[in-house]
């Protein structure tokens, strides 16, 4: 049984940072492109980063040069580091992870921006 179990969420004043983790189970991590999504109250989900196996990332363009995504094979963990956050950042993000037509989800973890 393949879990994402997103946590690091919370509320910050904007111009912070957070730290969002996820772990893997149930499936071969290394092999999986990883990434992270978000949805904001009325829109739809959309992508914020995504990493392939071969550790290469790809950001959407609202986030380039203020979130960072990583992974660690090893934990079978997939980060994302958050910085300069803007109340626009302010959705449940979620941990994707993916292989050819497999796909997985996490439950997802609120971040909210806001003074």
């Known amino acids: 049984q393949v879990q994402l179990v997103e946590s690091g969420g919370g509320l910050v004043q904007p111009g912070g940072s957070l730290r969002l983790s996820c772990a893997a189970s149930?499936?071969?991590?290394?092999?999986?492109?990883m990434g992270w999504y978000r949805q904001a109250p009325g829109k739809q989900r959309e992508l914020v980063a995504v990493?392939?196996?071969?550790?290469?990332?790809t950001y959407a363009d609202s986030v380039k040069g203020r979130f960072t995504i990583s992974r660690d094979n090893a934990k079978n963990t997939v980060y994302l580091q958050m910085n300069s956050l803007k109340p626009e950042d302010t959705a449940v993000y979620y941990c994707?992870?993916?292989?050819?037509?497999?796909?997985?989800w996490g439950q997802g973890t609120q971040v909210t921006v806001s003074s």
């Open positions: 994707n992870g993916r292989l050819f037509r497999a796909e997985f």
């Open positions: 990493m392939s196996t071969g550790g290469i990332p």
């Open positions: 149930g499936l071969s991590f290394s092999g999986y492109a």
